[in-house]
């Protein structure tokens, strides 16, 4: 293990009309970065020339033209060209040819992930209209990482303060409670708590689960989902030595404070958790937990009413970037620490031991 390789990130610029360009470039133009990383920028070349003039002190940042990242080299940003070279950069609006540059930048960055040519992906974002068709019948990106990648995907928007996962994603309201199951959240928890884990590097996690209803249901007066979906799957999750609690009526959860006595929480739909983040953590990372690709995105939309005027803060980006990093890294040394651990450690006190050698020991939890 080389835990001091530079990674190779493959970062999709999403739709040229909207900010995901002028952050990749505004993150990007810090040299600093390339210590860590080598960008590999799918998007239209077009549109990068288009923004760097408008953004302050990026006369100086260039792209290489690259066929894939087994082309790209270090302490530059190498870039695979992704639309037609005369396509018309319109911003702040969605047309359909930036659509199909964002999913074709999406496609080739996926190619290029299981040809085994990159160790992390970051994706800005993209408008889930002008995508969607025959060519992507996804509602985002975690639907389409659902279906392109082994394990089950669980969104968890993180900040170093707050990190909230979501048991539904891009759901109607109205179809939330149908989605809801006893054995969806169990799954959910068990990826959540390995990914805190093993991703993050936290130790025994604690978990928060929010309720669905307002009150938490007040013992079924408002709604059965507490009792009969979301208390049985924390006990069955507990009784796995989880360390889940809740339901938590999500009111007073955020608004007492209560939040930070946690290390992550489990809202039931996308608002309910988004929203108390967005306001607590402005700055924040979409990461997708439970796969062997490791993926960050900046929490924000497209952008349109800002794009162009220089006004896109990137640090969200340069967050995702080096959140992507951090986790690599950190699987690394979970896969170090937890391969075989009593017997590197008897061997590293000179001798090796099997499992009949070990006391019985009285399990107290």
């Avoid at 952050?23 to 549109?47: C, M």
């Avoid at 160790?119 to 889930?128: E, M």
């Amino acid at each position: 293990m080389n835990e001091n390789r530079v990674l190779r990130a493959g970062i999709t610029a999403g739709d040229i009309g909207g900010v995901g360009t002028e952050v990749i470039i505004k993150a990007l133009a810090d040299s600093r970065i390339y210590d860590n990383i080598i960008p590999v920028v799918y998007g239209s070349a077009k549109a990068v020339a288009f923004y760097k003039k408008g953004i302050e002190g990026a006369d100086g940042f260039s792209v290489s033209l690259v066929q894939s990242a087994a082309d790209a080299a270090p302490k530059r940003v190498n870039l695979v060209e992704c639309g037609p070279e005369d396509i018309r950069v319109e911003v702040g609006k969605s047309t359909a040819e930036a659509g199909a540059v964002a999913v074709t930048a999406l496609q080739r960055a996926m190619a290029d992930v299981e040809a085994g040519e990159l160790d992390l992906l970051i994706t800005a974002p993209i408008n889930k209209e002008n995508v969607y068709g025959e060519n992507f019948p996804y509602k985002g990106h975690t639907e389409y990482l659902a279906a392109e990648c082994e394990g089950e995907p669980v969104m968890i928007m993180c900040s170093e303060s707050l990190r909230v996962a979501l048991a539904t994603i891009h759901l109607p309201v109205s179809e939330v409670s149908a989605h809801l199951t006893k054995e969806g959240i169990v799954e959910t928890l068990k990826v959540l708590n390995r990914s805190l884990i093993e991703d993050f590097g936290v130790v025994a996690p604690r978990i928060a689960v929010l309720a669905l209803n307002p009150h938490a249901g007040d013992g079924g007066l408002l709604g059965q989902e507490e009792q009969e979906i979301i208390k049985p799957a924390i006990e069955e999750v507990f009784a796995e030595k989880i360390l889940a609690f809740g339901p938590f009526a999500a009111d007073g959860f955020f608004a007492s404070g209560a939040w930070k006595k946690y290390d992550a929480v489990l809202a039931m739909y996308h608002d309910q958790g988004l929203t108390p983040f967005k306001t607590l953590s402005p700055e924040g990372v979409n990461y997708t937990a439970g796969l062997d690709l490791v993926r960050t995105s900046p929490d924000h939309g497209t952008g349109y009413d800002i794009a162009g005027a220089d006004k896109a803060d990137a640090q969200s980006m340069r967050n995702a970037i080096y959140m992507a990093v951090d986790v690599y890294r950190n699987r690394q040394r979970y896969a170090e620490m937890s391969c075989n651990p009593l017997r590197h450690y008897e061997r590293d006190k000179g001798r090796d031991i099997s499992v009949s050698d070990l006391p019985e020991v009285e399990e107290s939890l």
